[in-house]
């Protein structure tokens, strides 16, 4: 079986399926004909010994006994064997059964052997009581088999003809169907195999038949476009993070050479200040890089615990000046379920970025929001703000408008890429509007509550 294709190994179950199903079919056909040939047989004797058996019971035994068949014999026995009638072709001498085999009284159908009833076996011997009290008979009919066993045999014969060539007929038919069935299976390996390793947008063939079939041709298409989507998406990436990681390196190497031409006339002050922004930038660029790339490895959740949402933006905002930014804590604790470290990055991140682009001062509230599942944090400035047609964007990898691409602003375009991700690790949204009544932004960051029950205090960092 193991040599056999799937289509071979599918009509083969099929047929040894379909072969031992006929061949017990008809076993239980053979079986059953048997058995009401054999009550038929019966019947039959017995209404001819009940016949016998009123003509005893009113003295009127005739003798010979009238009865037509050349396959059937009758005899009129008495308590001690001996036969008072019998029909003209019957043995006169010697009873069909012997007695001691009878049970008087009783109607009974037994098998007699063919040499005592001058009939070809097997022979079916049936036993009526008859006659009075005082004067006990008992009426035998024999009844020959062989029309019986001819019928079977018959049947018999025809069943082991009919049955291999109607296996073979359903085996040829079930290697046309299965071949039929499997030729999308085929229809789609031949296309797998030619779009292997093509970098274009080719796409399996979808079969027209709506059965399953189809729908797995339509499962890898889309299979195929989200692989395509996530390739072009890494190439991007990769790009992207070749072209920011270059421009560090190139304004390193750019100090160094020139640090080297001019030999005692450098300025190292200078030249090592201006070495340390360069690595700083890179060195963030790459821890960027890397949160980003664990960020996509990662289950969908993490270890979680509660936090106290007033608390962590207490601590995010005592690193600035106020102003620049300004904390308008809560009026009670605002629990939410997350990691810590990860929370407080996204509230890092979303300051800085304030601060970076805010006029004069930037504010951070939080408060419960109106669907009670959810905090409401915000993080306002009064900068140039983003256009609307931008504020999906930017939350784009590597995504930086035009104002903020100078080197001295030190974003690379993955601050607000990595808010996203980990705001939906915490099962929260992030989106940006407009400031009420004043130039620039607002960001509104909806995270979860958490149940009063799980409100045990700040909750343990993982890293």
């Known amino acids: 079986m193991r ?24 076993a239980v056909l053979l079986g059953a ?45 008495d308590a001690q064997g001996r036969i008072r009638a019998a029909s003209i072709d019957a ?44 004067d006990p008979l008992t009426v035998l009919v024999a009844r020959s088999m062989a029309d019986v066993r001819h019928g079977t045999h018959v049947v018999r014969t025809i069943l082991l003809v009919a049955f291999p060539l109607l296996v073979a007929i359903l085996a040829a038919v ?58 072009t998406r890494q190439r991007a990436f990769v790009s992207d993070a070749a072209h920011e990681l270059r421009s560090p390196l190139t304004n390193i190497r750019t100090e160094l050479e020139v640090a080297q031409r001019l030999a005692d006339r450098t300025d190292w002050t200078a030249v090592t200040v201006n070495l340390l922004a360069d690595t700083e930038r890179l060195s963030r660029l790459v821890d960027d890089l890397l949160l980003l790339a664990r960020l996509d490895e990662m289950p969908p959740a993490r270890g979680v615990g509660p936090v106290d ?48 682009h805010a006029g004069s001062s930037v504010v951070l509230t939080a408060e419960p929001h109106r669907e009670a599942a959810y905090h409401l944090v915000t993080v306002t400035d009064d900068g140039p703000g983003i256009p609307a047609a931008d504020r999906r964007r930017v939350f784009d ?4 408008l035009d104002d903020g691409r100078g080197r001295d602003g030190g974003g690379a375009g993955l601050g607000l890429a990595i808010v996203r991700d980990l705001v939906r690790r915490a099962g929260g949204t992030i989106t940006l509007t407009d400031a009420d009544g004043q130039p620039g932004l607002r960001v509104c960051l909806l995270l979860p509550t958490l149940p009063p029950e799980d409100e045990r205090g700040p909750a343990v960092e993982t890293p």
Do not use: C, K
């Not at 010994?49 to 037509?68: G, S, W």
């Not at 990898?397 to 930086?400: E, S």
């Open 3 to 26: 040599g056999l294709g799937l289509r071979g190994r599918l009509t083969a179950l099929g047929v040894v399926g379909l072969t031992v199903g006929l061949a017990l079919g008809g």
């Open 33 to 77: 004909l048997g058995f009401l040939l054999q009550r038929t047989v019966d019947t039959e004797a017995f209404r001819t010994a009940d016949a016998v058996a009123l003509l005893a019971a009113e003295h009127a035994l005739p003798d010979p006994l009238p009865v037509a068949g050349g396959q059937v014999r009758v005899q009129v026995i």
């Open 91 to 134: 043995d006169r001498l010697v009873p069909m059964v012997r007695p001691e085999r009878l049970d008087a009284g009783r109607r009974q159908s037994l098998v007699a052997p063919a040499e005592r009833t001058g009939l070809v076996g097997p022979v079916r011997v049936v036993a009526v009581p008859a006659g009075t009290a005082a």
């Open 174 to 231: 079930a290697w046309r169907v299965v071949g039929a069935t499997l030729r999308p299976v085929e229809a789609l390996r031949r296309g797998a195999e030619e779009i292997t390793g093509r970098a274009g947008g080719d796409r399996l063939p979808v079969p027209a038949s709506a059965d399953e079939i189809h729908r797995l041709a339509v499962t890898l298409n889309g299979m195929l476009d989200r692989l395509e989507s996530a390739r």
């Open 309 to 356: 949402l007033g608390a962590l933006m207490t601590e995010v905002a005592d690193r600035y000046p106020s102003p620049p930014v300004l904390l308008v804590p809560p009026s009670g604790p605002l629990w939410t379920a997350g990691n810590a470290a990860e929370l407080r990055r996204v509230l890092s991140n979303l300051v800085d970025n304030a601060v970076r």
């Open 397 to 400: 990898r590597f995504t930086r």
